[in-house]
């Protein structure tokens, strides 16, 4: 009885998430997949003009790979390539991921927590990647991995809320919309009908940065353990809760835009749930991961995409970056489960012949000062770097490395603006237009190759 009580508190919620989401299909445990995308009727799209400051644009790679991609089949629609957002929270420390081993600056400034010289991989005679990023090493050398160096935005705010909602929104200035810049690229391209499930989150509620009531956001936690309300041995409890629950939605007793979202496709979402039930069945493993929850999420976004649910972005964290004391051995360990969970990633796509579909793209709110401080540590800071991974990058460095003899206020200066990345993954990996989703155009950069 009380592992049936416990089952029956895996529910599957679906609604408004006030200010945080447009439509969240999320369950207490986990959620679900669905049917594949619909073909969107938007052409792809010509090069914009830019109207971006030269502090937007980066120069091509300052390292060539050693290798180029291996030749595959054909690239997927636009329609059928999926993005992975990776979010590192709490302020990477891009200084001591991507190191600048050649700038006796960056030791003079940090007797303590730098990385040793001699343990640097080097990228090139000046930059190297801290030695736990080993994993990442081969994946840059095969031409899968671009640094992206020195990205920020003017004005840099140093708050972990206000620095991150500038992320999610794209609106550095003034007040943020009422939507992400991801759900303003789901509001685009969505169509009633398609799968709820095309925007997926892990976690237990929608970030800002996927907001929109204008297509279904899906939070979920676990698919391993979704049974909605129903455990694996009562499977015949499952249709009867799922009417139950389709005739709430659809005659809501307040009407909201996402909640009418919700009650206009809920056949939709019906199926969908039924599908996420059957992923396990259709998915194995073909790379080993690391036993860590990071890695274990990170599996499953493998597991989704291989079981052809239809998502075309799915959402993810990394937390602990916040690293104000104590860092060398935190941000060491933070390091081994970022490379070691992203090579798993790629080698598993791979694997199932889905490394063409996926481009990960990995972000942190802010980085850290240059100096350390005296508990071994940083404090919150400005520019860093951005990871690019997929068959589909050119990869390599891009843009000069910040200059630690000229910084802003103890801080790196940023180079790159960040909308420049988040315009060429709209436009250039998923197809769509950028001006509407950005509120503006910003200098694509050449870390997309589909050759």
Same mark, same amino acid.
């Given at each position: ?12 919620k679906?609604?408004?998430? !006030? ?13 679900? &997949?669905?049917?594949?995308?619909a ?5 792809a ?16 790679? #300052? ?29 990477h ?8 081993? !050649? ?11 730098a990385?040793?010289?001699d343990?640097?991989i &080097? ?38 809320? /206000? ?12 007040? &943020? ?17 398609? %799968?709820?499930f ?55 007793? /307040? ?11 809920? %056949? ?26 990071f ?33 060398? &051995?935190?941000? !060491?360990?933070l ?5 070691? #969970? ?26 850290? /000062? ?27 460095l ?20 960040? /909308? ?18 950005l509120?503006? #155009? ?10």
């Amino acid at each position: 009885m009380a592992q049936e009580s416990n089952s029956r508190r895996d529910f599957l919620k679906l609604g408004a998430a !006030g200010l945080a989401a447009g439509v969240a299909a999320a369950c207490a445990a986990p959620a679900r &997949p669905g049917p594949a995308a619909a073909p969107l009727d938007t052409p792809a799209p010509a090069s914009l003009a830019t109207e971006t400051p030269a502090a937007a644009i980066v120069s091509a790679p #300052t390292t060539q790979p050693t290798q180029a991609a291996a030749p595959g089949p054909a690239w997927p629609s636009k329609e059928q390539r999926t993005l992975v957002v990776l979010q590192l929270s709490g302020g990477h420390d891009g200084l001591n991921a991507v190191v600048p081993y !050649g700038d006796g600056l960056y030791y003079q400034l940090r007797p303590q927590i730098a990385v040793p010289a001699d343990q640097v991989i &080097p990228l090139d005679q000046r930059v190297g990647f801290h030695p736990n990023l080993k994993s990442l090493k081969q994946l840059y050398d095969n031409g899968q991995l671009a640094i992206l160096q020195g990205v920020g935005y003017p004005n840099p705010n140093r708050s972990h809320f /206000r620095s991150m909602e500038i992320w999610h929104t794209a609106r550095p200035d003034g007040a &943020p919309p009422d939507r992400g810049w991801l759900g303003a690229f789901m509001a685009e391209v969505y169509r009633a009908g398609d %799968s709820p499930f095309q925007c997926v989150n892990f976690g237990t509620s929608i970030p800002a940065a996927l907001v929109t009531t204008d297509a279904p956001v899906a939070a979920m936690q676990d698919t391993a353990s979704f049974q909605f309300l129903a455990p694996a041995r009562m499977p015949y409890v499952k249709d009867p809760l799922l009417k139950t629950f389709g005739q709430l939605y659809t005659q809501p007793a /307040r009407k909201t835009p996402a909640l009418e979202l919700v009650a206009n496709n809920w %056949s939709t979402v019906d199926k969908g749930v039924h599908v996420l039930g059957g992923l396990g069945q259709k998915y194995q493993a073909q790379a080993q991961y690391p036993g860590n929850p990071f890695a274990k999420t990170v599996q499953q976004v493998a597991q989704m995409i291989v079981s052809d649910v239809g998502t075309r972005v799915f959402y993810v964290q990394l937390g602990g970056f916040d690293t104000h004391s104590n860092e060398r &051995p935190v941000h !060491g360990n933070l390091m081994s489960q970022l490379a070691d #969970t992203l090579a798993a990633f790629q080698a598993d796509l791979e694997h199932h012949g889905r490394a063409r579909q996926v481009l990960l793209m990995a972000f942190s709110e802010f980085g850290r /000062r240059v100096a350390e401080n005296g508990s071994q540590g940083t404090d919150h800071g400005a520019a860093g770097p951005m990871f690019v991974l997929g068959a589909g990058v050119k990869g390599g460095l891009y843009g000069e490395y910040p200059d630690l003899g000229k910084l802003d206020q103890g801080d790196l200066r940023f180079a790159t603006d960040f /909308r420049s990345v988040y315009a060429t993954v709209i436009e250039d990996w998923l197809g769509a237009p950028s001006r509407d989703v950005l509120g503006g #155009t910003f200098e694509r950069l050449p870390f997309v190759a589909l050759t």
